[in-house]
């Protein structure tokens, strides 16, 4: 890796007036894998303002393995999840998985997010690249640091530095877990781009109950934040329902950091 811009030197990303990254203090990105009605998203977005969170995340176009299973509301997702934020004053986040959906999730969302599965697709890294909007990058599931740090390197070749990283779980050989959360990844990925890094223990683990340590473990490890998945009655959940937290639990999440 001889020729890089991402040397190491630290790199501030601004999300209205959030700051992230350096000695800030670390973002809370918390919210439904999918949006799933406007109520839905509506309920869950005041109440993690009033719990405390920065940024309100929700799935519109969801990358599910299966082609049968629930695949996101689509545009009318977006705009649900647009009025959410807009009611309660927080950014959004949400995944672009299409470039032919740019335009309009660039226009809506405060951060795009680039998910796991797309982390190797390098001509859609390239058009990140040029949106002058905060990019999430989220770890491909089978990627090395390297491969990891030169598709960030793809992103800031092409004008647009705002780039978050996050840790999201590697496969290994154990399926206890969903995936294998790799917090070493994290002082590492500070390192050697300079770009804040933060942590999802929710597709981390796959598991409801391992959130709470491995957020407390990765705000120990200096992560610049969390991504967590919350919904109003997890059980119920049209994607991701036995990792997502409740309100109470995600409560505990933050009092007990
Ligand atoms: C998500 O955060 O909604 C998601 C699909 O995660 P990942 O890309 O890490 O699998
Ligand atoms: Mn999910």
Same mark, same amino acid.
């Given at each position: 890796m001889d020729k890089r811009i991402l040397t190491g030197e630290q790199i501030i990303v601004? =999300?209205?007036?959030?700051?992230?990254?350096?000695?800030?203090?670390? $973002?809370?990105? #918390?919210?439904?894998?999918? =949006?799933e009605s406007k109520e839905q998203i509506m309920e869950t977005a005041f109440q993690l303002k009033e719990i405390g969170v920065d940024v309100l995340r929700g799935g519109v176009f969801k990358p599910r393995t299966s082609p049968y299973a629930f695949q996101g509301l689509g545009i009318e997702g977006l705009e649900y999840l647009k009025e959410a934020g807009k009611a309660t004053g927080l950014? $959004?986040?949400?995944?672009?998985?299409?470039?032919?959906? +740019?335009?309009?999730?660039?226009?809506? #969302?405060?951060?795009?997010?680039?998910?796991?599965?797309? +982390?190797?697709?390098?001509?859609?890294?390239?058009?990140?690249?040029?949106?002058?909007?905060?990019?999430?990058?989220?770890?491909?599931?089978c990627a090395?640091?390297?491969?990891?740090?030169?598709?960030?390197?793809? $992103?800031?070749?092409?004008?647009?530095?705002?780039v978050i990283l996050c840790e999201r779980g590697i496969r290994s050989y154990d399926h206890y877990t969903r995936n294998?959360?790799?917090?070493?990844?994290?002082?590492? +990925?500070?390192?050697?781009?300079?770009?804040?890094? $933060? =942590?999802?223990?929710?597709?981390?683990?796959?598991?409801?109950?391992l959130v709470k340590p491995m957020s407390k473990a990765a705000l120990a490890c200096g992560a610049n934040g969390l991504m967590i998945e919350v919904h109003p009655n997890p059980p119920c959940a049209l994607s991701d329902g036995h990792q997502s937290l409740t309100f109470e639990e995600y409560e505990q999440v933050r009092r007990d950091k």
């Open positions: 601004e =999300v209205g007036n959030l700051k992230i990254g350096g000695n800030h203090p670390p $973002i809370y990105i #918390a919210g439904p894998c999918s =949006v950014p $959004i986040i949400t995944e672009l998985m299409d470039e032919k959906y +740019m335009d309009v999730v660039a226009e809506h #969302a405060d951060i795009i997010q680039i998910g796991s599965r797309n +982390m190797f697709n390098y001509s859609f890294l390239k058009t990140m690249g040029r949106l002058d909007k905060p990019i999430l990058l989220k770890r491909g599931m090395t640091i390297e491969e990891w740090v030169l598709a960030a390197e793809y $992103i800031v070749a092409h004008g647009n530095k705002n294998t959360l790799d917090l070493a990844a994290v002082p590492i +990925m500070q390192k050697e781009t300079g770009l804040p890094v $933060i =942590v999802d223990p929710s597709h981390g683990t796959g598991i409801r109950e």
